[in-house]
């Protein structure tokens, strides 16, 4: 997960950064803050690495759908495919008040959102988009169309509907903390996401079906300490105000040395299926050595 950058060159150096260490994909995140507009920034970032490049997530609210649609293509295409587009319904009310739209209830974001979903999958078929629903209506041709197949759709979420729809539609699911409207609610719900994991996970096999063997499950790492496993957990319990034992049963926080990390990630794979960790950018460094103990298990 990275996207700040002051200049071209630190941008640049951030995607050479990421590739020399291992990683295999480059996201960036949605909210109105100091990170770099996602598709603009990945695109510049495919022509300088082989890495996939992702979203992680666009809100739908924040953009209408068949203008997702024609960018994501185009960056799939111009890319040769490498776009995982990550797409979710919006929900920080720090966005919607710095950018003034307005925030509607979930059953309306999530209603919205479904027919988003449509749009996005009907867009990169073969030949035109009609589709008429609730929220939108887009008839045009469809043009251009993405890379080789369609851009990977990775959808996130956490309650039980988004769940539903990500097990029905999308080749990634990002399983996150469930349904939350500000930073305090995050904080909150990530320290106690250890005990809720198994219901969301259950959830989405139950939808996905004969689906659920190819999906790829993927979990943002919201905090990771490399090093003493006890006094890493403590530290992250500190900030966000719970125990070490939340920290380390929660699939969002990550600590110890490399080889406890690197057997934590190997269980939760085992026990959630989770194989898509995500790592935050100021520490992609340090955990560097566990992409090397787990590259290619």
Partial sequence: MVGRAGSRQEWLDQIRMAEDLGYSTLFISDHFSDKLAPLPALAMAAEHTSLNIGTLVLANDFRHPAVVAKEAATVDLLSGGRLELGIGTGW???????????????????DRFEEAVVVLKETWADGPVDFDGDHYRVHHAGLPKPGPGRPTLLIGGGGRRMLGIAARHADIVGVSAGQITNREELRDRLARSGELIDAKIERVRQVAGERFARLELNVLVFG????????????????????????????????????????????RRRRWGFNYPVIQQQSLRDFAPVVELLAGS
Avoid: N
């Avoid at 720090?94 to 309306?108: E, H, L, T």
């Fill in 224 to 267: 990771t300490e490399v090093g003493d496993r006890r006094r890493g957990a403590e530290k992250l319990a500190e900030a966000y105000r719970t125990e070490p034992e939340a920290i380390l049963a929660s699939p969002h926080f990550l600590a110890g040395t490399p080889e406890e990390i690197a057997a934590d990630l190997v269980e």
């Fill in 92 to 110: 920080d009310e720090a966005d919607y008040a710095a950018s003034g739209i307005r925030k509607d209830p979930p059953r309306v974001q999530v």
